[in-house]
């Protein structure tokens, strides 16, 4: 059954003023297990969000930011329950990189006890929150434990020559889900989908969307998803078709459906990061691979491609010397116009430290850095970063640079020389294009 | 310096808005892609020009007269469309190119919760307009590349002001006939405005095309749009009008901008109105050319969608947007149709011949090396 009403769901919001002063410890960590508690959750995770919540307030306390106020706010994200410690008031040091009032870290430091760290292991991801509007905070998010389902039979489908594509009600989401897992293999599809009410949620709190094709009534034929990556960029999975024949169309109907409902959106690009074999030819470009590593150390490719939505203006990067033979290179073959402006440094005075943002994604064991600003002792302070994740046993970490700051851009040497290797080029996916870089090893 | 909560200040249907980003001026688009020469074949702009009335008006402008405001509501310029279309001068809004009075007529008539009916592939700024109004588009599937006239009355509800139909369409070049036009305006019967948005109509030469001046007498509820950025060669001058009832055009009226047209652009657009020779020299040129790219294209194994207009959509075996890429890396820029969710469609306008020549060139080469 198909509606065109749309299943998302507001998120539900509870708000806490307080101060990052140990007596409000209590109340604060209430708030969040009340919160987490009425948003649904379970009582084991609601713990692990408690814990992670104190070491994180913890942590702040103790830090520069002692005293200060904070915006607490616990959040209910339908598949999740999110925590935002939010300091709006604070001095432009957020402690992400090292502990506060140590100065920089010398090489070879350890950074096993720095209290988000320790945060970070109790939620499935923690991020460094920076907006030059909204201020500077930190978030936690714990997703609810769902019920799994048993490995699903393939459902045969007799092959449609005419359907509709339109967005699925709650069981025939679920059902397709479920028809995913059983005609593709694991790694062609989100983790997520070995959970498909955690999906419907996730549907429900806009985190995915999803067009399916049915025959107008029970039969599900096929399906494609999606999400949106920051302002500009839409992740694309799929598409999936069950015993439907490339000559009926489906595909490129399923397709032709996703560009439809994005294409008037502020998004610009659009990637298939979960690429299938009935991605229709003709519609994307190869934007090139990241790699996967599996839980036994395997690392396979893992092809992403994409086509932009707009037609693309050209525009001006920042690149340093060392990048810019990759960047000539992937700008050629994917007949992008920009502009390289290089940054060959002039010996001006740089701050002593820099700051990093640091996502971690447990469920998929993959960390990403980001360098928020600059600092003379960046280089020791990404090696520690990156001794930290591989002691945590992230199994892929990856650093993004946005191509909009030569701050950002002039780290490219200092990434070469620690491991990490250039792979892509996300075309306007920050304020400018995003280079991924993978961590390779020594 | 004092926080300003954005946030907070925005409505919805504005921070869900994206906004139109067009294309950067030639000499940057040229360093940017490389190329010493660039054929704009992306906006249907007449490769005649101006009718060489306007261009004589327009060549002797006198500067000091810059100094002084336009006529306010173009005042000899609806004065010879009504002399022209036997209308009254209060018959008929100009604005600062058709666009703007698009906005004039959503703004006079829809309110919150209101919504307007159009195509899901057609000149977008209907739903851009009402889009960023708060207003909701109601987006129509088209029907055989033409506007589906049922299903658009079937999408009629309490709350829709405003049916909008390009006739013919951009990008299909789709036409209603009389017939058919006027059974819809039957079917509404004056229970909404109907616009017909006719800014191709002078390149249509087909007999039973409708000329909606005609109809505004019979359909009260009519408004009809058109413009002198295509056939008149007039669009870095931003002029277009609409015309319609005297009681639908004097609620309009109270949305109009006034003085928002520019001297100049009244001037050269009276000016071309005198001037039908243009239009037959424009569309022999449209005719010969269409031809020409229905051949090239045709022997190239490329589906194409060529109805009435100066354009032609072309269906590639390959993304648009990156075709547009390296078209223009060739020095050719068409208008890539993934925006106009005709994924992987180009639609290129007609222009000289040389340039025709090179979008054939250029084309052949970018599908020879995919």
Redesign the interface.
């Known amino acids: 059954m198909l509606t065109e009403i749309s299943l998302e769901r507001p998120h539900r919001t509870n708000r806490l003023a307080t101060y990052l002063d140990m007596s409000f410890f209590s109340l604060t960590m209430s708030f969040v297990e009340e919160s987490a508690a009425a948003f649904g959750m379970e009582a084991g995770d609601t713990t692990r969000l408690r814990l992670a919540s104190e070491e994180l307030f913890t942590y702040l306390a103790e830090s520069d930011q002692k005293g200060n106020a904070v915006s607490v706010e616990a959040y209910d994200g339908w598949y999740y329950v999110g925590v935002k410690f939010l300091l709006k008031t604070a001095p432009p040091e957020i402690p992400i990189s090292h502990p506060p009032g140590k100065g920089a870290l010398e090489p070879g430091e350890d950074l096993a006890d720095m209290g988000l760290i320790i945060a970070s292991r109790f939620v499935d991801r923690l991020n460094v929150l920076h907006d030059s ?1 909204s201020g500077y905070g930190v978030g936690l998010t714990k997703e609810k434990t769902y019920p799994g389902t048993e490995a699903p039979a393939k459902a045969p489908v007799r092959a449609l020559t005419q359907f509709r594509v339109g967005r699925p009600e709650t069981e025939t989401l679920k059902y397709f889900v479920r028809q995913v897992t059983a005609y593709y293999p694991a790694g062609s599809f989100p983790v997520d989908f070995s959970f498909p009410a955690k999906v419907a949620d996730m549907v429900a709190e806009g985190h995915y969307r999803v067009l399916v094709a049915t025959d107008g009534g029970a039969d599900v034929a096929g399906g494609i998803l999606w999400r949106t990556q920051g302002t500009r960029t839409i992740e694309a999975f799929g598409p999936y078709l069950f015993d439907q024949p490339p000559e009926h169309g489906m595909s490129e109907a399923l ?2 459906g996703l ?2 409902e994005v ?5 610009i690009c659009l990637t298939d990061i979960y690429p299938t074999p009935e991605l229709p ?5 190869l934007l090139g691979s990241m790699g996967h590593t599996k839980a036994d150390g395997h690392k396979e490719p893992w092809p992403i491609y994409y ?8 525009s001006s990067v920042w690149a340093h010397p060392d990048l810019v033979p990759f960047l000539r290179q992937e700008y050629d073959r ?6 390289i402006r290089l940054t060959p440094g002039g010996g001006e005075m740089r701050p002593a430290h820099p700051l990093f943002s640091v996502e971690l994604d447990r469920i998929q064991s993959s960390a990403t850095l980001h360098l928020i600003w600059d600092g003379a002792d960046a280089p020791a302070i990404l090696e520690q970063h990156l001794k930290m994740l591989k002691a945590e046993g992230f199994l892929d970490i990856f650093f993004t640079i946005d191509l909009a700051h030569a701050f950002e851009a002039n780290l490219a040497p200092v990434l070469i020389r620690q491991g990490f290797s250039p792979r892509l080029i996300f075309p306007h996916a920050g304020e400018a294009d995003i280079v991924a870089f993978q961590y390779e090893g020594q | 310096m004092p926080y300003v909560n954005l946030a907070g200040l925005i409505p919805d249907y504005i921070k869900n808005f994206d906004p139109y980003i067009p294309s950067k001026p030639d000499p940057e688009l040229m360093k940017l892609y490389g190329c010493d020469k660039l054929y704009r074949l992306n906006n249907n702009e007449n490769p005649l020009g101006p009718p060489p009335t306007a261009r004589e008006v327009i060549g002797r402008f006198e500067p000091p007269r810059s100094v002084l405001y336009p006529s306010g509501d173009s005042y000899y310029l609806r004065k010879r469309l009504a002399e022209k279309y036997a209308l009254d001068p209060d018959q008929f809004l100009v604005g600062n190119g058709a666009n703007e009075v698009i906005a004039f007529v959503i703004k006079a008539f829809c309110q919150e919760g209101d919504n307007i009916i159009t195509a899901d592939k057609t000149f977008a700024v209907y739903e851009w307009v009402a889009s960023f109004s708060g207003f909701q588009a109601r987006l129509v599937p088209l029907k055989d590349f033409g506007f589906d006239a049922a299903a658009m009355l079937d999408a009629v509800d309490e709350r829709t002001k405003i049916l909008f139909v390009c006739n013919p369409n951009n990008p299909t070049g789709t036409y209603w006939d009389e017939q058919g036009l006027r059974r819809f305006l039957t079917r509404i019967n004056g229970s909404r405005i109907v616009v017909v948005d006719e800014a191709y109509c002078e390149f249509v030469e087909s007999p039973d095309f409708p000329d909606g001046m005609r109809l505004i007498e019979e359909f009260p509820n009519l408004v009809v749009f058109r413009t002198f950025s295509k056939m008149y060669g007039l669009a870095g001058l931003r002029i277009g009008y609409l015309a319609g009832s005297p009681e639908v055009v004097d609620i309009i009226r109270r949305t109009c901008v006034v003085y928002s047209v520019n001297v100049l652009a009244q001037d050269a657009a009276l000016a071309a109105l005198s001037d039908d020779e243009h239009i037959v020299r424009t569309r022999a040129l449209v005719k010969a050319e269409k031809a020409y790219l229905a051949a090239e294209l045709a022997s190239m194994g490329l589906m194409t969608q060529s109805g009435e207009g100066c354009f032609v959509m072309v269906r590639l075996p390959m993304n648009d947007t990156l075709a547009y890429r390296r078209l223009m890396s060739h020095g050719v820029m068409v208008r890539s149709m993934t925006g106009f969710r005709f994924p992987n469609w180009i639609r290129v306008s007609i222009g000289r011949h040389e340039a025709m020549e090179a979008f054939i060139g250029a084309l052949g080469d970018i599908l020879e090396r995919t």
């Open positions: 509007r397709v032709d560009l439809g294409v008037r959106t502020e998004a030819e003709g519609y994307f470009e086509r932009q939505l707009k037609e693309d203006p050209g994917l007949y992008l116009a920009r502009d």
